[in-house]
């Protein structure tokens, strides 16, 4: 364990957030943004700095589902369980850490501001070496007014700084004033930590590292989201089985009864493996067949499932995005549509994505060729993927 943890704080219900239509009733640190859970974009930039193990999420009792699924993959160590208020989801969470390690700092971060930039958090590192508490604070540009009476006088903005997180402590005391204070309610760590009567320094904010907490705090973080994975690549994928004895085939994911079988050194569901190449196609990193390969006894009868869930990771590992994937099943039999939904629900399952970003469809060929004369079935896919600026 390094000395300095973060310690993530995803405990609210993030009501204001709420927009219609935009995933209503889901908590504002699991809405997608750009792809991937407001959580994953947070814990993802402290990982960068700190190794996944480093990172302490803080969650609600009711979301331990939502959180494993957002950050599904990260290596980070078990949800702590915070409490009612902000303040005692910190308590909570410096305890939870406690019982596992003993850090020599923290920096304490709210899991709404996913846009914290690598700089931010070093300057709070850094001011930690001559401070036991560490803010990043920022001026304010706008012109201030306070209304009198009907009448609007200019206030000095000169003293005036607004606070960010992630803000940063020695472990023990910011502890110590939490369990101490944990009878008054406090605005942010920072003041518990004045009146237990730690040293605070501020050092430089930065205006990206917004907090989202209204609808149109939203709208402004798509489009920086967006902005932040301009490399977008396409990638194709194509994939023939023959059709043997059997009763079952599989099809992107799902199980279809069927008068025959499907041959395959896998389960020889040719719709997942023409996604899974049409994915490494996109990243150029190589086809199924070079990461699983069929003369690998390792992989006979193996669940297509790990082939894409495999890809999928390789998009992650590079900071990447699967923006949407298109399948298109060539066959006569077994008929498709009914399973349609079945198949898209799963298919996103695998990717981590959501279903809207999953198409999936179906055609013969009229009778002709091999998937006419019923020999066997094929399947193409294209992916659309985005990765941040190489
Ligand atoms: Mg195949």
């Known amino acids: 364990m390094s000395g300095t943890i973060a310690l993530i704080v995803a405990a609210g219900s993030g009501e204001r957030a709420v927009a219609p239509g935009s995933q209503p009733g889901l908590p504002k640190q699991y809405k997608d943004l750009s792809g991937l859970p407001v959580l994953r974009h947070t814990v993802r930039a402290f990982a960068a700095e700190l190794g996944a193990d480093s990172i302490f999420t803080v969650i609600r009792s009711q979301d331990r589902e939502l959180c494993r699924s957002a950050i599904a993959g990260l290596a980070t160590p078990d949800p702590i369980i915070g409490g009612a208020r902000r303040q005692d989801s910190v308590r909570l969470g410096l305890e939870g850490v406690a019982r596992q390690t003993s850090p020599a700092k923290v920096l304490i971060h709210d899991a709404a501001r996913p846009f914290v930039s690598a700089a931010v958090i070093s300057r709070v590192i850094d001011g930690l070496k001559s401070a036991d508490a560490v803010a990043p604070m920022l001026p304010i540009p706008d012109t ?175 900071g990447g995005v699967i923006a949407h994937t298109d399948v298109t099943l060539v066959c006569e039999r077994p008929r498709i549509a009914p399973h349609r939904d079945a198949m898209r629900r799963r298919v996103a399952e695998i990717l981590a994505i959501g279903i809207e970003r999953v198409s999936i469809k179906a055609t013969t060929t009229e009778g002709l060729g091999f998937t006419g004369r019923r020999e066997g079935l094929a399947a193409q896919a294209v992916a659309t993927i985005r990765l941040p600026a190489s």
């Not at 007014?145 to 006088?153: M, N, P, Y």
């Not at 700084?161 to 023990?172: H, K, L």
């Not at 490494?280 to 690998?296: K, R």
Request: aromatic share 8%; charged share 25%; net charge negative.
């Open 144 to 318: 201030l007014r306070r209304k009198d009476a009907g009448a609007f006088s200019i206030v000095s903005r000169d003293e005036l700084y607004r606070t960010q997180t992630p803000q940063g402590f020695a472990f023990d005391p910011i502890l110590e004033a939490h369990r101490r204070y944990a009878g008054e309610s406090f605005t942010d760590d920072i003041a518990l930590a004045e009146r237990a009567g730690l040293r605070v320094i501020g050092v430089a904010g930065e205006e990206m590292n917004i907090k989202l907490t209204t609808p149109s705090d939203f709208e402004l973080a798509q489009r920086l989201a967006v902005s932040a994975l301009p490399d977008v690549r396409t990638g194709t994928g194509f994939d023939v089985h023959r059709f043997a004895q059997g009763s079952y085939v599989w099809l992107c994911g799902i199980r279809i009864p069927h008068d025959f079988g499907l041959d395959g050194h896998s389960d020889a569901d040719a719709g997942l493996h023409a996604l899974t190449d049409a994915i490494l196609g996109a990243i150029g990193a190589g086809d199924i067949g070079s990461h699983f390969p069929p003369t690998d006894e390792k992989w006979r009868g193996a669940e297509s499932s790990i082939f894409l869930d495999h890809a999928a990771r390789l998009v992650r590992d590079l």
